[in-house]
């Protein structure tokens, strides 16, 4: 449990982590001799405070940079690496050397807003750190069929048309429809699967793939499940409702599926089952995928926000 | 098979039709006394006709002496298997990179052959130098970006009796001349351009005919000739230790060389076997591959004017490799004799020779080495020892961010060479980029021989690449892209003026060789990216566990 859930300062974030205590220990030795000399405490407009104040500035804009850097990703500019550590590690320091700064007083109204949003954006951060920590290894472990995030949608739609096939293969025609790239598969793709043997008889003759059609009533057994209930849950596997979307339920619905079906159509079954699988991964990896990048919804409007009011307020600041 | 009553019709070893060697010849037809065995037409064969194309009656072709000796009953059972085309002045007969299943034998009038894909490779340059200058990907020739080991510096092999030089791929065909003949009878897509210079009459001829009368030995004598004439001399000299050879020694070995034909799978040479002849390869590819306790690894595949047998030869020893004609194979077979006495009075040559040696075998041993370390059966089935460089992508680092593959598309000009996705193996993704395959796919079919590889196994895309995509097909992976640029060529149609055009050139993954470090890795923010070389990055991973 400890390997899998610990944080991992590996040596490449030791170097980071380090310089960044030494000059968190420093920073406040600094502020703690000024603040017990100083007549009302620490202020934003001393010359620590504004010293503290232009430090914790730097620290925000070169954390911000790193959406520039990405954009340039050729640029032999430092290692992506090395600007994520710089944002990580600077970007938490800017919190306290701001706090610093103002002398734990959150002031008026455009600076209570700011260190608000600094709050929330290095709080969003470090859980964006966490989840990019931690969320990988779940995907990892739990999206076996992982797919590219933009092609879920293609391969949800090709696993649909690979189910409407099976079932039609040991049903007949679904009377479902069919997409245009589908209907070219079938043109041709049917008779190529054929695979050709050689009869004792002495010619050698096209066989056709062995596939057992079912009597009316299984197929009415096997067409009621599939289109009541397995293809809506193909066709919206996000959906709640379905028993096929949790992997315990799915399974006991196709064990029982199983016990009536004839032994003919227990390979599609199986066909069946590994499709709903397979779905369900993909939901679980559109989930995971909105984990680890929707929190930078909320960070980076947020950190940018806090940019332009930094410098709106450093500008009315120093000049009024 | 069989007698009498039980007797029944079957194909090499009782395999059905479809999949045997039978080519429709028509022959046992011809031979059968009682003319029980006829033909029925299920899928007419014919080349399409126009205006300018003229079918024939047998008796008709059968004046004609290349057609001396061919059975007139297969000529009448192939009508439309072979027209008579006439071609124009500045008309074109055929284009480098279509694909086509003919050939063109030409009986009167002189056509001119060439390349007008520009000889260049894809180049990327730019942003090492500063922050502000964009990588762009442009066109180089040779003398503008020189590369280690580049090969074939005199002559670009094509698929005609002659081969075109680096310089000025033009060269002239004239009436006895037979080209496509690797398009016929391999599909690969045509290596040239062929423009009619004066009226030009030819045959063009489908798979059937050709077979049929390259196993005819008037017709089979000319087509020798002609490459005796006037490739042969260049494929020797392509041989880096002949390149010294005396011009009678040369006119000697033009006389006495044998041409060989294998068919497809057959194997030419095996390893283990005494050495005996060191071979050209005239048309077709060769594979040559070595086999080990676990498999077989394959070490090259050789096309036109490669040439392979020498290192058995020199040690008067035993095959190292096992040599086996991937499709329809011509060699050129230079005896034991002839090479002995070549050795005996030349004696760069064997200099050459044991240079070369020397170099094979350490590069054999290191690979044996490699091998055995490694349980590699386990790795086979998902070909990932058949890689020399692997993006691995660390999936408990990656955060699926696409960085990785944002900078690649950057560093070619938006074309990505990189697809993150591919086999899993434990907790890493072998992302689809070039492998370097030790069994380069790749290479096979290039109608141009511009796909291959330098000695230290990286593969390399020639000047002379035709963009005709057959690689990008081949290759197993999805690797290989067609990168297109705009060009400025000779209009064909309009002698004297040129047209801008879009001509494709194949690229893969290179490494950022430009860049000092590929930009994948570069640009991972978390450190999940990296290029490995699959033998120590496995054993490492295997030694691990072994040892637990």
Redesign the interface.
């Known amino acids: 449990m400890q390997g899998a859930c610990a944080v991992r300062i590996d040596k490449?974030q030791r170097g980071w982590a380090v310089a960044s205590l030494v000059i968190f220990a420093v920073f406040t030795a600094w502020y703690s001799a000024y603040a017990v000399h100083a007549p009302s405490g620490g202020w934003g407009g001393s010359a620590l405070g504004l010293t503290f104040g232009a430090i914790g500035f730097a620290f925000m804009v070169f954390a911000a940079l790193?959406g520039a850097r990405?954009r340039?990703?050729?640029?032999?500019?430092g290692?992506?690496?090395a600007?994520?550590r710089g944002h990580l590690w600077l970007g938490l320091l800017s919190l306290p050397v701001i706090l610093f700064h103002g002398g734990f007083h959150f002031g008026g109204t455009l600076t209570s807003i700011l260190m608000w949003l600094l709050i929330i954006t290095v709080v969003s951060g470090v859980l964006g750190a966490a989840l990019?920590h931690y969320?990988?290894?779940v995907?990892?472990t739990d999206v076996?069929l992982?797919?590219?995030?933009d092609e879920i949608g293609n391969v949800q739609k090709l696993l649909r048309e690979e189910a409407d096939r099976g079932v039609e293969s040991i049903c007949g025609p679904l009377g479902v429809g069919k997409s245009a790239s589908e209907e070219v598969l079938r043109a041709g793709g049917l008779s190529a699967a054929r695979s050709?043997s050689?009869v004792s008889s002495?010619?050698?003759v096209a066989a056709a793939a062995e596939t057992v059609m079912l009597t009316e009533e299984e197929c009415a057994f096997l067409r009621k499940f599939y289109l009541g209930e397995m293809r809506p849950f193909l066709e919206r596997p996000r959906q709640r409702r379905s028993r096929l979307g949790d992997a315990d339920k799915a399974h006991g619905a196709f064990s029982g599926l199983r016990t009536v079906m004839p032994q003919s159509a227990q390979a599609t079954l199986e066909d069946l089952e590994d499709i709903c699988d397979e779905a369900r991964q993909l939901v679980r990896q559109e989930q995971l995928?909105h984990l680890?990048?929707g929190w930078l919804l909320v960070h980076i409007p947020l950190s940018l926000t806090l940019i332009l009011l930094g410098a709106v307020h450093a500008v009315m600041a120093l000049r009024y | 098979m069989?007698k009498g009553y039980?007797a029944?019709i079957a194909f090499d070893l009782?395999a059905?039709?479809?999949?045997s060697t039978c080519i429709s010849c028509g022959e046992c037809m011809v031979s059968c006394p009682t003319g029980a065995l006829t033909n029925k037409t299920v899928v007419g064969t014919s080349i399409t006709a126009g205006p300018d194309a003229q079918g024939f009656e047998a008796e008709e072709l059968l004046q004609l002496p290349v057609f001396k000796g061919i059975s007139g009953t297969f000529l009448e059972l192939n009508r439309g298997a072979i027209v008579k085309r006439r071609f124009q002045p500045g008309e074109i007969i055929c284009r480098e990179g279509e694909f086509g299943s003919t050939a063109f034998y030409i009986l009167e009038g002189k056509a001119r052959v060439s390349l007008s894909a520009p000889i260049a490779h894809v180049k990327t340059q730019g942003?090492?130098k500063g922050?502000f200058k964009k990588?762009t990907s442009t066109l180089a020739a040779r003398d503008a970006d020189v590369r280690s080991e580049e090969t074939r510096d005199r002559t670009i092999p094509i698929d005609a009796s002659v081969d075109l030089a680096y310089g000025n791929p033009v060269a002239e065909l004239g009436p006895g001349d037979l080209f496509g003949e690797m398009t016929c009878m391999n599909f690969y897509p045509r290596s040239a351009t062929v423009l009619a210079d004066t009226d030009v009459v030819a045959f063009e001829m489908l798979r059937n005919v050709l077979d049929i009368m390259m196993k005819n030995k008037s017709f089979r004598a000319q087509i020798d000739q002609n490459y005796r004439q006037r490739a042969l001399e260049n494929h020797l000299r392509g041989v880096p230790m002949f390149a010294d050879l005396s011009p009678d020694f040369i006119e000697h070995l033009k006389g006495s060389v044998e041409l060989q034909r294998f068919a497809p799978g057959q194997v030419i040479a095996r390893q283990g076997d005494a050495a005996k002849n060191f071979y050209l390869v005239r048309i077709g590819f060769v594979k040559i591959s070595e086999t080990y306790a676990g498999g077989e690894l394959v070490l090259a595949y050789l096309s036109r004017g490669d040439y392979f047998g020498e290192i058995g030869l020199l040690a008067g020893g035993v095959r190292t490799a096992t040599c086996t004609a991937l499709d329809h194979v011509e060699v050129v077979r230079i005896s034991d004799d002839d090479f002995r006495n070549m050795v005996k009075r030349f004696p760069s040559v064997r200099q050459g020779l044991e240079v070369v040696a020397a170099e094979r075998g350490a590069q054999n041993q290191q690979r044996m080495q490699t091998v055995r370390s490694v349980p590699i059966d386990q790795f086979l089935s998902q070909g990932l020892m058949q890689a020399q460089s692997l993006l691995i992508l660390d999936?408990?680092?990656?955060?699926?961010?696409d960085?990785c593959v944002?900078?690649c598309a950057?560093?070619h000009d938006g074309i990505t060479r990189l697809?993150?996705?591919g086999l899993?193996f434990e907790?890493y993704l072998v992302a689809t980029s070039c492998r370097q395959c030790r069994d380069p796919l790749c290479m096979v079919g290039c109608p141009v021989g511009s796909i291959r590889r330098r000695n230290s196994l990286e593969v390399i895309i020639e000047d002379w690449c035709i963009g005709c995509g057959l690689c990008a097909r081949n290759c197993p992976y999805g690797n290989i892209n067609l990168h297109p640029f705009e060009v400025m060529v000779e209009d064909l149609e309009r002698p004297g003026r040129k047209k801008a055009v879009v001509k494709q050139k194949a690229t893969s993954c290179d490494l950022c060789t430009h860049?000092k470090e590929p930009?994948c890795v570069?640009?991972?923010?978390?450190?999940a990216a990296h290029r490995v070389d699959p033998r120590t990055f496995f054993s490492e991973m295997l030694g691990g566990g072994a040892a637990k």
């Open positions: 490449k790193l990405k340039v990703p050729v640029w032999r500019i290692r992506a690496q600007w994520m990019q969320v990988p290894r995907m990892t076996k992982e797919t590219i995030y050709m050689i002495g010619g050698a995928h680890l990048h | 069989g039980s029944r009782n059905p039709m479809g999949d942003g090492a922050l990588l999936l408990q680092n990656c955060t699926r961010c960085a944002n900078a950057d560093a697809v993150r996705e899993r907790q860049l930009s570069y640009a991972c923010p978390h450190d």
